[in-house]
């Protein structure tokens, strides 16, 4: 007799086909050759750069977070910056090498990709992008509230796919993403590599699964305004960068240390430039949970003139960034990574802003990036040295700096935090974390 199947049975029979589709499909992809790689890398990139705008507003409908320009952006480094960095790229067979020391690249086989709801569109075509140059399939996972768009970005890979005579199953999506299927991919023996993008408890999942897999850490970056820094400047730099998508970079600034030597002159530059300063308890209420102490999640990602409006005060200039003043020892729920235009200053005596900034990173972020606006050269090093951060940006927006657009930094959209938050490297993700390299050598 006929009977139905169970839950539990559909969740390992839908995560296996999935497994086992990527494994057969990329086993196609390994005899393709350079030429026809970097056509099909091209083509993708292209397709997307030609809708940046619809890709962005769709993400944006999808996530109801960020703002549209700066999703545009952010989408365009990935169709341009890292697609020309990619394009010509050797990262299969034989790489470089002397006549002694040769090294070799292998794809891993079958990634699992944890894709976050901050930046869905880029940070799954980086993922896939970087997939297909090394040769592996790739399963993506999305969250439940940007499936659909995720759906929609995969059928956009698959059928450039299947223009270019490859399996469409080289990329695929889960199609009902859950705690039980994310956990028996990652499980799958058949899974070479796991690219974790999201909650410390889901990273955590990541390395026990039995799988390797690499896993990025919480931001909360502080900054360090010195008493020698270009205080106009430093306040364009924090403006830029945290309002940056309005705030939802896991790299953009959180807390801002300032020498108590200009600490009311730099305030005083911020609210000129569009800043609102507050401290009533009554407004920071309005914005954090008693309970959890976070942001409030219909407030995450929204931008400062709806956070205004949340706290009802009004404004007869636009507003464009929260500044809330806090003790160290007070209120660290404050200290926290927060995911809008709002950032927590703090007043250092003389000599003390650097500890201060790296006992706030080790609150919460710590591994992931720091910043320092000063002219001391003895002093930025003294920073460089001190904290617990994978990327020391001098005099510059977190954002942009993070990211690898102000900075010499390898553009990427997963940043390692190293062993201090939980890592396994502070490098920022990119081709050859997804290859096994060989090393031939010859005796000297």
């Not at 007799?1 to 499909?25: G, K, R």
């Not at 086993?27 to 940046?52: G, H, N, V, Y």
């Not at 592996?136 to 450039?160: C, E, F, H, M, W």
């Not at 942001?295 to 200039?317: E, W, Y």
Request: hydrophobic letters at 40%.
């Amino acid at each position: 007799m006929d009977t139905l199947a169970s839950p539990e049975h559909s969740l390992a029979d839908s995560a296996l086909a999935i497994v086992q589709n990527a494994v057969q499909s990329q086993a196609e992809l390994e005899k393709a050759s350079d030429e026809q790689i970097d056509a099909l890398i091209t083509d993708i990139a292209q397709t997307f750069e030609q809708k940046l705008e619809y890709w962005a507003q769709t993400e944006l409908d999808a996530t109801r977070i960020g703002n549209l320009p700066d999703k545009v952006h952010k989408l365009g480094l990935v169709t341009d910056r890292v697609y020309r960095e990619l394009y010509g790229e050797k990262t299969y067979g034989r790489l470089h090498g002397s006549k002694t020391f040769i090294e070799y690249a292998n794809p891993v086989g079958v990634i699992f990709a944890i894709v976050p709801l901050t930046n869905p569109v880029p940070n799954s075509l980086f993922k896939t992008l970087l997939s297909l140059k090394t040769r592996n399939a790739l399963i993506l996972s999305y969250p439940r509230k940007s499936d659909q768009l995720g759906a929609q970005v995969v059928a956009t890979v698959q059928a450039i796919l299947k223009k270019h005579h490859l399996p469409e199953t080289l990329i695929q999506a889960v199609q009902t993403p859950s705690r039980e299927t994310t956990q028996l991919i990652m499980q799958s023996d058949q899974v070479s590599l796991i690219l974790a993008t999201g909650g410390g408890d889901l990273v955590k999942t990541a390395y026990s699964s039995g799988t390797p897999a690499i896993g990025v850490g919480p931001g909360n970056v502080p900054v360090y305004v010195s008493a020698s820094a270009d205080l106009s400047q430093a306040a364009d730099d924090i403006l830029q960068g945290k309002t940056y998508d309005n705030g939802i970079v896991c790299g953009s600034e959180s807390n801002i240390i300032i020498d108590e030597r200009v600490y009311e002159e730099f305030v005083e530059i911020l609210k000129q430039k569009g800043a609102l300063l507050i401290s009533e308890k009554q407004h920071i209420d309005a914005l954090f949970d008693d309970n959890t102490g976070r942001l409030h999640r219909t407030l995450i990602g929204v931008d400062a003139m709806t956070l205004a409006k949340q706290m009802d005060v009004d404004s007869p200039t636009p507003i464009k960034l929260i500044l809330i003043a806090a003790e160290p020892e007070q209120h660290t729920f404050l200290s926290r990574e927060k995911m809008a235009p709002i950032v927590t200053l703090y007043k250092s005596e003389p000599g003390q802003g650097i500890s201060l900034a790296a006992q706030l990173l080790w609150q919460e972020g710590a591994g992931h990036s720091a910043v320092i606006h000063s002219k001391d050269q003895e002093e930025i090093h003294q920073f460089a040295s001190i904290l617990p951060a994978g990327r020391i940006l001098v005099n510059m927006p977190a954002t942009q700096g993070m990211l690898g657009i102000s900075s010499d930094i390898p553009l990427s959209f997963m940043q390692g935090s190293g062993s201090w938050g939980g890592n396994i490297s502070t490098e920022p993700v990119h081709w050859r974390h997804l290859v096994n390299i060989k090393r031939l050598t010859f005796k000297k």
